[in-house]
């Protein structure tokens, strides 16, 4: 079966801001040629077109039912819990695979050892995690990074409050307040929920942020910084998220922690500038900052890797391929 005959239920939340890449991912699976019906977990439609629908639960098992999927994708685990996913198992030939959209450590609900339990098939963003997985006897896991979507994620020109010299967006934690607290003096501004609730309110310039601002602050930056949720000595994961592929897309030169995984996706130094510790964070920054242009050349190289290799398009083909295969 080929990607074009292939049928496929995305079961996400979806929005435009906190969930917006489960559209990007439904946009990559029709292009590929997929037929895509979509679930959405956030249960919109009003209260009265859920009430009429009865549970969610009830709901799924309709859809499943009308569109007759070869595939049911389902991704993240916070809403559909096991016992759910169990019960639509049982009277649906679909192959059932779950694609985990974010760290691992930090997803609530089911962990990544019972969903590799329950589903069929499970796509996780961190090559030692799927390792572990396999490890335990779940040979249907496979390790599938972030992606992006070069129509959305691209340079542009940003102005007024979407232009500063150093720019961060995500979440407040203690560790990402800790090393984005070293570069304050270079025109520091952050963007995402918590912020104001830390010693770095007065950087913050926005909590909520749309996917097309998300690109106008990371566009308008003249150094992009990713740095992840806690530090690498207190996880076991080496995954990268999903804003070292956006950032690469949006082409500005990005300074990222190191990440196990890195180096399999970009060539540190060459596509993108790796840190280890705060200091060293702060001096990529520095250096940056002071070389005006100069640092633009390894911005493109990380914008052609991005578009060449990572891709939505590119993850969605891996999984379509992996699923089909069985």
């Known amino acids: ?14 929005d435009e801001a906190l969930h917006a890449h489960s559209s990007l991912r439904r946009r990559a699976l029709e292009r590929l040629g997929c037929r895509v019906d979509a679930f959405d977990l956030l249960g919109r439609g009003g209260m009265l077109a859920r009430l009429r629908g009865g549970s969610m639960v009830e709901r799924l098992r309709s859809a499943v039912v009308r569109s ?17 996913v169990e019960s639509l198992r049982k009277d649906s030939p679909a192959v059932w695979a779950n694609l985990l959209p974010g760290d691992p450590g930090a997803a609530a609900g089911p962990s990544p050892v019972d969903l590799a339990t329950v589903y069929d098939m499970l796509f996780v963003p961190d090559s030692a995690l799927a390792t572990r997985l ?21 340079p542009m020109q940003s102005r007024d409050q979407f232009r500063a010299n150093a720019v961060f967006v995500g979440g407040a934690t203690a560790y990402r307040e800790a090393m984005l607290g070293e570069l304050v003096e270079f025109g520091l501004a952050v963007w995402g929920p918590g912020w104001r609730r830390t010693a770095l309110r007065d950087y913050c310039r926005g909590e909520t942020l749309s996917m097309d601002d998300y690109v106008r602050a990371y566009a308008g930056a003249s150094v992009a910084i990713n740095v992840h949720r806690q530090s ?33 996706h970009f060539e540190p130094g060459a596509e993108v500038l790796v840190y280890h510790d705060a200091l060293e964070l702060r001096a990529l920054v520095r250096d940056v900052l002071e070389s005006g242009q100069e640092a633009q050349p390894i911005a493109e190289a990380a914008r052609r890797r991005a578009l060449r290799d990572h891709t939505h398009m590119h993850r969605m083909r891996a999984l379509i391929d992996v699923a089909v295969r069985g």
Do not use: K, W
């Not at 007759?68 to 759910?84: D, E, Y």
């Open 1 to 14: 079966m080929t990607a074009a005959e292939t049928r496929v239920l995305l079961v996400a939340e979806f």
């Open 68 to 84: 007759r999927p070869h595939v049911v994708l389902v991704t993240g685990a916070s809403v559909l819990g096991v016992s759910a």
């Open 134 to 154: 396999r490890t335990l006897g779940h040979e249907r896991t496979t390790y599938l990074p972030f992606a992006c979507d070069p129509s959305v994620h691209r």
């Open 232 to 264: 690498p000595a207190s996880s076991r994961e080496v995954g990268t998220n999903q804003r070292l592929f956006e950032v690469a897309a949006i082409g500005v030169p990005q300074v990222t922690g190191d990440r196990g995984d890195l180096a399999q």
